[in-house]
């Protein structure tokens, strides 16, 4: 069964730094997404991206994130300028085929990044 | 409450035993898709439920939906220790977006 895959699984950074989480959707699909879980949190939404632009981002998405697509398989978020509370799992969804919203969403295992 | 919110916090049941989860959520939605993690590991979609529909299966796993109520139950019927895991409601709201809101979640454990 096709798979989310993301690399690497576990981000080591010192703060400050820049940090670029990598996503390969499932080759299909038209949405993709980035979501976080800090440690005993609840998954947060960050971001959805359809036709090559952000149709939606939270509060949490602020001018310290942004996402990519360079090419027709990954799909990049990068953080710049870390903080320690940026210390989080980073997960990407992707759905599809076709449009409409009773796709469900599937996800990768995730990006444990930590910020030193 | 919080839009989705998911009662208990944690259960723990003899392997074989059936497991309800309940999640309750505020605003009006879309669907209800319910989601299983295990431990490090990423969230594996289980079950979508349209807010027109009001009971769904897949295998051992039956979904309600009640949305006059805004809640939703999970069951799993004769529970296996692969069962163990954190079961997570999420909603999809009522107008046109893909965002995702999660509840808390269910920490369930199966005793073999």
């Known amino acids: 069964e096709p798979e989310v895959t993301q690399t690497p699984s576990h981000q080591v950074t010192q703060m400050g730094q820049e940090v670029i989480l990598r996503c390969v959707p499932i080759s299909n699909h038209l949405y993709f997404y980035w979501y976080r879980q800090i440690l005993g949190q609840k998954v947060e939404f960050l971001v959805s991206?359809?036709?090559?632009?952000?149709?939606?981002k939270s509060e949490i998405f602020d001018d310290q994130f942004s996402v990519e697509r360079p090419d027709g398989s990954n799909f990049t978020l990068k953080i710049r300028s870390t903080k320690l509370e940026d210390s989080a799992m980073y997960f990407c969804?992707?759905?599809?085929?076709?449009?409409?919203?009773?796709?469900?969403?599937?996800f990768g295992d995730g990006t444990r990044l930590s910020i030193l | 409450s919080q839009q989705g919110e998911e009662d208990p916090q944690a259960l723990s049941i003899q392997e074989g035993e059936n497991a309800t989860m309940n999640c309750s959520y505020k605003t009006s939605i879309n669907n209800l898709q319910w989601y299983r993690q295990n431990s490090g590991r990423g969230l594996v979609h289980l079950i979508l439920i349209r807010s027109n529909e009001r009971e769904k299966h897949s295998g051992r796993l039956r979904v309600t939906l009640d949305t006059s109520k805004k809640s939703s139950s999970l069951l799993i019927t004769a529970s296996r220790a692969a069962d163990t895991a954190s079961y997570f409601c999420?909603?999809?709201?009522?107008?046109?977006?893909?965002?995702?809101?999660f509840g808390t979640g269910t920490r369930l454990t199966i005793i073999p």
């Open positions: 991206f359809y036709n090559n632009e952000i149709s939606e």
């Open positions: 969804a992707s759905s599809g085929p076709g449009t409409g919203s009773n796709q469900p969403q599937h």
């Open positions: 999420a909603t999809l709201p009522n107008f046109g977006n893909e965002k995702l809101t």
